[in-house]
């Protein structure tokens, strides 16, 4: 079973950035998949954020973090990154990573699976 571990969240002011990670655990090579991030906020649907494929050649990002946020991978350190710029309060949410199957790009939501435990993000104002 594969299992996913994020981490980075914490609290930040508006404007400012952090930066998550995905770690896979066990004898799981991320490198094999599409990864997706996703956010939820409290009384509101998940939400996509970004994706990469696992040749990190493509990224795919939703509208509301486009030119703020950034994914990337280390396939050598088994990690995904979202680096988060600019944040603001409306960033405040749980933020968590996800499988997609590594031969369809763009992956439709529902197809991602594997899904980590999360990590709070709070942006104040």
């Known amino acids: 079973q594969v299992q996913l571990v994020e981490s980075g969240g914490g609290l930040v002011q508006a404007g400012g950035s952090l930066r998550l990670s995905c770690a896979a655990s066990?004898?799981?090579?991320?490198?094999?998949?599409?990864v997706g991030w996703f956010r939820q906020a409290p009384g509101k649907e998940r939400e996509f954020v970004a994706a990469i494929r696992s040749s990190g050649g493509s990224t795919d990002y939703g509208d509301s973090v486009k030119g703020r946020f950034t994914i990337s991978r280390d396939n050598a350190k088994n990690t995904v990154y979202l680096q988060m710029n600019s944040l603001k309060p409306e960033d405040t949410a749980i933020y968590y990573c996800?499988?997609?199957?590594?031969?369809?790009?763009?992956?439709?939501?529902?197809?991602?699976?594997?899904w980590g435990q999360g990590t709070q993000v709070t942006v104040s104002s």
């Open positions: 066990g004898h799981t090579f991320l490198s094999i998949y599409v």
């Open positions: 996800a499988l997609g199957p590594s031969l369809r790009w763009p992956v439709a939501h529902s197809d991602y699976g594997n």
